[in-house]
C-alpha cells in the first residue's frame, strides 16, 4: 500500500462530496420534529381544540332535540367539513413552514446536505400529525352524538381523513409559495369553497369540500347540492391533489432563496 505525503503548505487533492449526504429518512426524520416541535403551542392548540368542540357541542343538541338524518349531515357538512377540518388544516398546514421561515429557523434545514422534498413531506406529516386528532375525533364524536345512524359515523370518518390529508398538503404549499398564507387560505376556504364553488358544477371541481361532501352524501343517501361524486371519486381525486401539492412544494422549495 502505497503512503502518499503531501509537503508542507500543500493541500491534499479534492475528494469529491455528496451535494445530498443526508440519506432521505433520516432528513425526513428531522424535518418532522423540528417542524412538529414548532408547531407545538399549547395556546393554538386549546384554542383550536375548542373550535373544534363546537361541532360537538352543536351536533349534541341536535341528538337531544331528535333531528333526522339530514339535519344531521347538514350539521356536520356545515361545522366540520365546512370550517373545522379545513380552518385547523389551514393553521397548521400554512405554518408548517411558512413559520419556518418567518422566524428564520428554515435556513438551518436549508443548510443541511439533503434534498428538499423531505423538508416539505416531514412538514406536511407534522401537521397531520396535529390536525387529524384535534378535527377528526370531535367531528365524528359530533356524527355519533346526532344519533342519526344511517351511515353518517363511517361516512363522515372517511371524508374526514381525506380532508385533513387534502386541505394540509394544499396548504403546505401555500406556505412555501405565499407569505400571509392566513388570509390566502381563509380566501380559498370562505370565498372560493363558501361562495363562488356553490355558483356551479364547473368550479366546484376545484374545491375539495364538494368531494368530502360527495362522500357523505355517498355513504348516507342524503342529498347535497354540489356534492355528486361517488365515494371512489371523493377519495382519489383529494389524495392526487395533495401528492401534486407535495410535488409543487418541493420544486419550489428547490428553486427559492432562504434568506
Keep these: 500500500m502505497t503512503d502518499i505525503t503531501h509537503a508542507p503548505g500543500q493541500s491534499a487533492p479534492d475528494q469529491p462530496t455528496n451535494e445530498r449526504s443526508v440519506p432521505a429518512l433520516a432528513a425526513l426524520r428531522l424535518s418532522y420534529r423540528v417542524v412538529l416541535r414548532q408547531l407545538t403551542s399549547v395556546a393554538r ?24 338524518l339530514e339535519a344531521a349531515v347538514r350539521l356536520i357538512s356545515a361545522l366540520g367539513f365546512a370550517v373545522v377540518i379545513p380552518v385547523v388544516s389551514l393553521v397548521f398546514g400554512g ?49 355519533a352524538l346526532t344519533g342519526a345512524g344511517g351511515g353518517i359515523v363511517p361516512g363522515t370518518i372517511i371524508a374526514g381523513v381525506v380532508a385533513v390529508v387534502a386541505y394540509c398538503a394544499v396548504f403546505t404549499l401555500l406556505g412555501v ?35 368530502t361532501r360527495s362522500i357523505l352524501v355517498d355513504r348516507t343517501g342524503i342529498d ?35 434568506d
Design 45 to 68: 392548540i386549546i384554542a383550536l381544540a375548542l373550535l373544534a368542540l363546537v361541532s360537538t357541542v352543536a351536533a349534541f343538541a341536535l341528538g337531544r332535540a331528535d333531528a333526522d
Design 95 to 143: 405554518a408548517a413552514i411558512g413559520d419556518l421561515r418567518d422566524d428564520k429557523t428554515l435556513v438551518y434545514l436549508w443548510l443541511r446536505p439533503m434534498d428538499r422534498w423531505p423538508i416539505v413531506l416531514g412538514a406536511f406529516l407534522a401537521a397531520v400529525t396535529l390536525t387529524a386528532p384535534i378535527t377528526l375525533i370531535p367531528v365524528v364524536l359530533a356524527a
Design 177 to 211: 409559495w405565499l407569505r400571509k398564507v392566513i388570509v390566502w387560505g381563509l380566501a380559498y376556504i370562505l370565498i372560493w369553497e363558501g361562495f363562488i364553488a356553490l355558483g356551479g358544477a364547473g368550479v366546484a371541481r376545484f374545491a375539495i369540500r364538494k368531494y
Design 224 to 258: 347535497l347540492d354540489l356534492a355528486d361524486f361517488s365515494t371512489s371519486v371523493g377519495i382519489i381525486v383529494p389524495l392526487v391533489v395533495a401528492v401534486v401539492a407535495l410535488a409543487l412544494a418541493s420544486w419550489r422549495l428547490s428553486n427559492q432563496d432562504i
